[in-house]
């Protein structure tokens, strides 16, 4: 019941393919958030979309961009997928993020 | 640079034994906290934050400005506590960072 959903849950992909991944935040959450979660390690910060504009990126390449939209809807796209990409990548929505976000359950990506 | 450390990697208690997960950070300006856990099998979750001072689960965390300091404290640990428990500042940026984690066992 957290309304944050993303699709697909694994993926498995080659190096050099491009892949897309998707999420559906909670109604009402203007604010959303990607990150990339290594084996072991806490999320890192991809970049965040309010409103559907970008306002916020961490250190991650332009390979790595995204979309935001109307319906609360978002994705995010990977180009030219590299070994180190696999991971597992989580969608975080909040209506204000003082509040704190509400995270879905990730995408577990794989690049062989 | 900002930075969020939690320095232990992992931390094992008794069941009935005080318990306190340490954060330490770096920031510039007041960043606004929160701790996050992900229990096993789990999506991660929000815990706490410190601007509402609550207490979930009979963990509270104070906020130390002195010391940089987050840590996240309950008096008597319970197994169903045994989770990932994530620190993670809010910056002037609204981008949220985490730490690197604490896995927390509660022996029984």
């Known amino acids: 019941e957290t309304g944050v959903t993303q699709s697909p849950t694994h993926l498995i992909k080659t190096r050099g393919q491009q892949v897309t991944l998707r999420c559906s935040s909670q109604s009402g959450h203007n604010t959303v958030s990607w990150y990339q979660q290594a084996l072991g390690q806490g999320p890192q ?5 309010y409103r559907e504009e970008e306002n916020g990126r961490g250190n991650f390449p332009p390979r790595f961009s995204g979309l935001q939209f109307p319906n609360y809807s978002s994705e995010l796209n990977v180009n030219a997928l590299e070994l180190d990409d696999s991971a597992l990548y989580l969608c975080a929505s909040s209506l204000e ?3 704190g976000y509400t995270f879905g359950s990730g995408t577990r990506l794989t690049v062989v | ?9 992992l931390l094992s208690v008794f069941k009935g034994a005080p318990v306190e997960l340490k954060c330490n950070y770096s920031y510039s300006g007041s960043p606004e906290l929160f701790w996050y856990v992900q229990y096993s099998r789990q999506r991660l979750q929000l815990l706490l934050r410190h601007i509402s001072r609550e207490s979930i689960k009979g963990f509270t965390a104070d906020l130390n400005k002195g010391e940089t300091s987050f840590h996240l404290k309950k008096p008597f640990a319970q197994e169903e506590d045994s989770a990932m428990y994530y620190c993670a500042p809010l910056d002037s940026a609204r981008q949220l960072t985490f730490g690197s984690g604490t896995q927390l066992t509660v022996l029984p």
Not at chain 1, 45 to 49: C, D, G
Not at chain 2, 1 to 9: D, G, L, N
Request: a positive charge; charged letters at 30%; hydrophobic letters at 35%.
């Open chain 1, 97 to 99: 993020d003082r509040v």
């Open chain 1, 45 to 49: 910060f991809i970049f965040q979309y």
């Open chain 2, 1 to 9: 640079a900002q930075r969020v450390t939690q320095p232990e990697k």
